[in-house]
Nanobody
């Protein structure tokens, strides 16, 4: 079973930074895309950013986070990070890591394309 484990969430003030991490399996599970999704209370889960693991290139950022968030790949196999700078209250939510595979060099942003999910890590930004 493919396990994804998130860490690094917390509570911060507006304008501060956080980095959340996602550790996937240390073997080749067939996935080549990893993504971060966010779900705020009472709202749907939305894509935040994703990364194509074979190149290490980010292939999607949500408009509201572009320029503030950076997704990157770690040295350890199947590890990704989301560096979040200049955080805003609207960034608050449970952040989930997801993994999947594509046959093109660009990851999908829809949650339906990701069969593997972590348990989530909470990020709370107060004003």
């Amino acid at each position: 079973q493919v396990q994804l484990v998130e860490s690094g969430g917390g509570s911060v003030q507006t304008g501060e930074s956080l980095r959340v991490s996602c550790a996937g399996p240390d073997y080749d599970f067939g996935g080549n895309c990893m993504a971060w999704f966010r779900q705020a209370p009472g709202q749907e889960r939305v894509a935040v950013a994703n990364i194509y693991l074979e190149s290490g290139d980010a292939t999607y950022y949500r408009d509201s986070v572009r320029g503030r968030f950076t997704i990157s790949q770690g040295n350890r196999k199947n590890t990704v990070y989301l560096q979040m700078n200049n955080l805003k209250p609207e960034d608050t939510g449970m952040y989930y890591c997801a993994a999947g595979s594509v046959h093109i060099a660009r990851c999908y942003f829809g949650a339906e394309h990701y069969p593997y999910w972590g348990q989530g890590t909470q990020v709370t930004v107060s004003s």
